[in-house]
């Protein structure tokens, strides 16, 4: 797929694009008001060109490149570009959540040839996932509340900015604390544990 369309970048990169790198010149200095705004600019720019590319709001891919931002923008040199990267990055994870498509709709494909027969079995599937779901939310926030709230904000359809104002957290905060309650509920649900 091509990312060479100039509607998108306007869009993404607003009208200075030399602001993130004055931004992510402070937030290297330690400057954590800095590193704030710096990841704030990239989840709107993010954002954008995620909504371009997939026609959709994702932003659960937006917040995980943003994580992976986060984790490791300090190791990139003076002289590496930033931006290109952190774009690179963000790309990487479309290309995932395309090949989890690809591989859900398979896996989709197989369990819907073999539960036609038992369509009674989808109900009381969905039933236990229900349940399931249910034990687990109530096991994360037994916990640890913060994860529980996040993940029901979250999931409520709320966004960053407002989940960041009802839980008095930085948007850098709050990706990560959402990234750690979404890997607990995760590995719940795979293996009815937190």
Same mark, same amino acid.
């Given at each position: 797929?091509?990312?060479?369309?100039?509607?998108?970048? $306007?869009?993404?990169?607003?009208?200075?694009?030399?602001k993130i790198?004055?931004?992510?010149?402070?937030? !290297?200095?330690?400057?954590?008001?800095?590193? *704030?705004?710096?990841?704030?600019?990239?989840?709107?720019?993010?954002?954008?060109?995620? !909504?371009?590319?997939?026609?959709?709001?994702?932003?659960?891919?937006?917040?995980?490149?943003?994580?992976?931002?986060?984790?490791?923008?300090?190791?990139?040199?003076?002289?590496?570009?930033?931006?290109?990267? %952190?774009?690179?990055?963000? $790309?990487?994870?479309?290309?995932?959540?395309?090949?989890?498509? $690809?591989?859900?709709?398979?896996?989709?494909?197989?369990?819907?040839?073999?539960?036609?027969?038992?369509?009674?079995?989808?109900?009381?599937?969905?039933? *236990?996932?229900?349940?399931?779901? *249910?034990?687990?939310?109530?096991?994360?926030?037994? !916990?640890?509340?913060?994860?529980g709230q996040?993940?029901?904000?979250?999931y409520q359809?709320?966004?960053?900015?407002?989940?960041?104002? !009802?839980?008095?957290?930085?948007?850098? *905060?709050?990706?990560?604390?959402?990234?750690?309650?979404?890997?607990?509920?995760? %590995?719940?649900?795979?293996?009815?544990?937190?």
């Amino acid at each position: 797929m091509e990312y060479s369309d100039p509607e998108w970048r $306007k869009q993404a990169h607003g009208r200075d694009m030399g602001k993130i790198d004055q931004i992510l010149a402070k937030a !290297r200095a330690g400057d954590e008001e800095a590193e *704030n705004e710096l990841f704030q600019q990239l989840s709107v720019r993010f954002g954008v060109f995620v !909504r371009y590319i997939l026609r959709r709001n994702e932003e659960e891919i937006v917040q995980e490149a943003c994580l992976t931002v986060l984790k490791k923008y300090r190791t990139l040199g003076p002289s590496d570009n930033f931006q290109a990267w %952190a774009f690179g990055v963000l $790309k990487n994870k479309i290309g995932n959540y395309f090949e989890r498509q $690809k591989r859900e709709q398979k896996r989709m494909r197989s369990d819907s040839s073999t539960h036609r027969s038992v369509e009674w079995a989808d109900e009381e599937r969905i039933r *236990n996932l229900k349940l399931t779901l *249910n034990r687990c939310l109530e096991k994360i926030d037994e !916990r640890n509340p913060r994860y529980g709230q996040i993940l029901v904000l979250s999931y409520q359809g709320f966004s960053c900015a407002d989940v960041c104002q !009802r839980l008095g957290i930085s948007p850098n *905060n709050a990706y990560v604390t959402l990234n750690r309650a979404r890997q607990m509920l995760k %590995a719940c649900l795979d293996k009815d544990r937190v």
